[in-house]
């Protein structure tokens, strides 16, 4: 097996997978599903996000419906489609594209959506599923990391993990994951000290704070399995001194792969994986709804 976990390659699997089980529900006499896709405003990578999302909808066999708005909208308005969106039995998943204008409250809008519709799996509901270890919607890019690791290493239990980064859509969420999945988890953040001599205890390192290059090859235990969440987009000089943009982890890839027995690249590794995790998540909230209906 190679060392280097193929997101792309594996997402594909699961948008094929997800597409026979949308025929299977229907088939059944379930709903078929179709995700809600909300967009505020005109941020260039929000718009690469969504438009990826709906692609992969296509792929997965799942109906997606897009709403734009100004960046000016007020909190009433983006409720009141909200609003429109749960009450609406023609659709089953609802996300609203983060981060928003800094006038509109993220976590109320994350709050005003129906829990069995948030197939983003940000609101309160499904965050305390989650640390009781009960069916819930879960976040997609920590989803995706499991699968990755489950993937490589088979049974996590009793693995020491480590994940940099305490965000409530990646570091927490992933936390709660593998300690579900029987690790003994460390978390560190920015106050943390010597990151770099927990790291190198680990088994698995799971990146997601937002520096290019933060992890070191020094950092990492001979073996350990590396998922790198981050994205960034850094300007890069090539020989004939043309300046290039492109997108890097937090993990220093060249100098970190060959110490890892398994390392995801970027591009090509989480990113692809969360948005197949949203395409099951939406067909997951698609079967519960199915039964709800019957
Ligand atoms: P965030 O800014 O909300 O959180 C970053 C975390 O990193 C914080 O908890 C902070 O304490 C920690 N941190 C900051 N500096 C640190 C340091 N020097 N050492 C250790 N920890 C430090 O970010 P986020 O939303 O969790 O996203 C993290 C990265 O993952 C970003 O690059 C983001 O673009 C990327 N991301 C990728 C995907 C994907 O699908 N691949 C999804 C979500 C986020």
Not at 13 to 39: D, F, K, N, S, Y
Request: charge should be negative; glycine fraction near 8%.
């Amino acid at each position: 097996m190679s060392k280097i976990i193929d997101g792309k390659k594996l997402s594909k699997e699961i948008l094929q997978q997800v597409a026979v089980e949308v025929t299977e529900l229907t088939e059944r006499g379930g709903i078929a599903p179709c995700l809600a896709v909300v967009l505020v405003g005109e941020d260039p990578a929000s718009q690469l996000y969504v438009r990826n999302k709906i692609r992969c909808c296509n792929e997965a066999g799942i109906r997606s419906v897009e709403h734009r708005l100004s960046s000016d909208v007020s909190q009433p308005e983006l409720n009141a489609l909200v609003d429109e969106l749960n009450n609406d039995a023609t659709v089953q998943g609802i996300l609203v594209q983060l981060p928003l204008p800094g006038h509109l409250d993220e976590s109320a809008i994350i709050e005003a959506i129906n829990p069995s519709k948030d197939v983003d799996g940000f609101h309160l509901l499904n965050v305390g599923l989650l640390s009781t270890g009960q069916p819930g919607l879960v976040p997609c890019t920590p989803t995706g990391c499991m699968i990755m690791l489950e993937k490589v290493l088979g049974d996590l239990s009793g693995k020491h993990a480590v994940v940099i980064g305490r965000s409530n859509i990646v570091g927490k969420p992933m936390a709660a994951l593998l300690l579900q999945a029987s690790c003994t988890v460390t978390i560190v953040h920015s106050r943390t000290r010597d990151i770099a001599a927990l790291c190198r205890q680990a088994d698995i390192v799971v990146a997601a704070v937002g520096q290019p290059g933060l992890v070191k090859a020094d950092w990492i235990k001979p073996g350990a399995a590396v998922i790198d969440v981050g994205i960034n987009a850094i300007e890069v000089t090539e020989a004939d001194g043309s300046v290039v943009r492109k997108l890097v982890g937090d993990v220093d890839f060249a100098a970190v792969e060959p110490v890892a027995g398994y390392i995801t690249p970027v591009p090509g590794g989480v990113g692809p994986m969360t948005i197949a995790c949203l395409m099951k998540n939406t067909l997951s909230a698609a079967r519960a709804q199915s039964t709800t209906v019957q």
